[in-house]
């Protein structure tokens, strides 16, 4: 099974790019059925009021209950004191499988791990260039699974990407998915030190190709089994597909098994989702 970790779906009400105005899919799901694209990560785009477009998502997911997994977008300040209820709520009512942090709005904090860590749910998050705080996150929850979106920056930031390859290969809950990472030697090498069980296959769509994110795995030459981990096996794995999501309470730790070892989109505001 090939898994998108990573695309957007609903309307945001910020208009001032397309990350905060509006994700269609029908172009979408015909590009990813086509590219053999099984299953979709979807995440509302940027919005003021996150219980709002989770709302609205949960809806785009039940209408699409074969294709979309949805994951709860939490603003960590601007939500504070609620976000425990809003992530029980995506994981319980609407079968949620986890939760996306942006760094534009705000980094998590430990009411964002302790809601993943209590629903057994990843974190996606995009540091938007800054993966020098996953040496303060990673090791304060080693039992959360936090899957970093295009290695670090989406804006090509080398030196981004570069930390990303040397704390993939650090820390056993940090992960990386592929979306939107143009400089392609950087995924060559994060195979090579932290291992295709560190990497998930994401797209950024509906504003990026997904064939064409696709084939940037293919293009690595993995032998199988390991281009099977990239392609899906990794992010079921995470979102313990097959699994009911069964809520632990806040002590309990999740030991994590690991091998750890876009056309360009810009928007007026100069962030990616």
Known sequence: MIIDFHCHAGRGDGLTGP???DAPLGTYFRRARAAGIDRTVAVPCFHSDYNQANEELAGIVARNPKRLIGFAFVHAKR???RIREMVRRAVRQWGFRGIKVHGTDAMPTREVCDAARENRVPILLDVVGRPYVLHML???YPDVPIVVAHMGSFWDDWRAQQQMVDILV???NVYSDTSGVRRF???VEAVRKAGA???LLGTDGPWLHPGLELEK???LRLPPEQEAK???GNAARLMRLGAKTKLSSPSRVLTLRTDARPALRTTLTGTTG
């Open 19 to 21: 990350p905060f105005t």
């Open 79 to 81: 939500d504070a004191g």
């Open 138 to 140: 990673a090791p304060q």
């Open 170 to 172: 650090r820390y056993p």
């Open 185 to 187: 030697d950087y995924l």
């Open 197 to 199: 069980g560190k990497l």
């Open 217 to 219: 795995i293919r293009l």
């Open 230 to 232: 990239i392609l899906g």
